[in-house]
T-cell receptor, first 113, second 111 residues
C-alpha cells in the first residue's frame, strides 16, 4: 500500500471549516483514499473514501487532486466533538488481505471554542 | 444495520494469566474479521484476520492467537500474558463493499 504524509496537528475554530491535507504521491491506479478518525479511547470511525472523483457524505467531503497525489478532507462546520486524530490511508479496494488498513500517525485536529 | 460488539470493555490482568477477548458482529453474514492492537501513543497494528470459520491469518508472530468458531464471532486469546501485551484491542469487520468498520475496543492492562 502507498504511504501517506500528513501534518502532525492543526486546529480550527468551532463552526468553521476544517481542511485536513494528505499527500500520497506514490498512490497506484487501483488504490483508494480512505479517511478514518479516532476520538480518544474509542475505535476508529470510518468517514469517507474515494478513487478519483470528489466525494461527499453526511460527515465530510473528500477532494482528490486530478493527479491523485494528494487529497483534502473537509469538515464543513467543525464542532468540539470533531476533535480527534484523523488518518488518511490508501489501499486497494477489496476484502481479505487487501482489506488490511495500515494506519500512520495521523493528524490531530483540535477544535477550539 | 450492522453492529459490532466487543467485550470486555476494560480488563486488568496479571502477567502470566490467560486472556480471552470476544468480538461479535450482527446484521451481516460471512464478514471478514480483523484484530488490531494499539499500544499507548502508537498506531494500529494488524494482528489477525479471518475470511471464514476456522480460517485465521496471522500478520505478526507474537504471544497471541485467534479463533473463529462461528461465522460472526472472533476470539483473541493468550495462554500467558506479557507486560508488552498491554494495549487497546480493536476488532473490525469488512462487508461486501470493502469498507472496514471498527468495534468499541477493549483496553487491556497487564500488570
Amino acid at each position: 500500500d502507498a504511504k501517506t504524509t500528513q501534518p502532525t496537528s492543526m486546529d480550527c475554530a468551532e463552526g468553521r471549516a476544517a481542511n485536513l491535507p494528505c499527500n500520497h504521491s506514490t498512490i497506484s491506479g487501483n488504490e483508494y483514499v480512505y479517511w478514518y478518525r479516532q476520538i480518544h479511547s474509542q475505535g476508529p470511525q470510518y468517514i469517507i473514501h474515494g478513487l478519483k472523483n470528489n466525494e461527499t457524505n453526511e460527515m465530510a467531503s473528500l477532494i482528490i487532486t486530478e493527479d491523485r497525489k494528494s487529497s483534502t478532507l473537509i469538515l464543513p462546520h467543525a464542532t468540539l466533538r470533531d476533535t480527534a486524530v484523523y488518518y488518511c490511508i490508501v489501499r486497494v479496494y477489496g476484502t481479505g488481505a487487501n482489506s488490511k488498513l495500515t494506519f500512520g500517525k495521523g493528524i490531530t485536529l483540535s477544535v477550539r471554542p | 444495520s450492522q453492529t459490532i460488539h466487543q467485550w470486555p470493555a476494560t480488563l486488568v490482568q496479571p502477567v502470566g494469566s490467560p486472556l480471552s477477548l470476544e468480538c461479535t458482529v450482527e446484521g451481516t453474514s460471512n464478514p471478514n474479521l480483523y484484530w488490531y492492537r494499539q499500544a499507548a501513543g502508537r498506531g494500529l497494528q494488524l494482528l489477525f484476520y479471518s475470511v471464514g470459520i476456522g480460517q485465521i491469518s496471522s500478520e505478526v508472530p507474537q504471544n497471541l492467537s485467534a479463533s473463529r468458531p462461528q461465522d460472526r464471532q472472533f476470539i483473541l486469546s493468550s495462554k500467558k500474558l506479557l507486560l508488552s501485551d498491554s494495549g487497546f484491542y480493536l476488532c473490525a469487520w469488512t462487508g461486501d463493499r470493502g469498507t472496514q468498520y471498527f468495534g468499541p475496543g477493549t483496553r487491556l492492562t497487564v500488570l
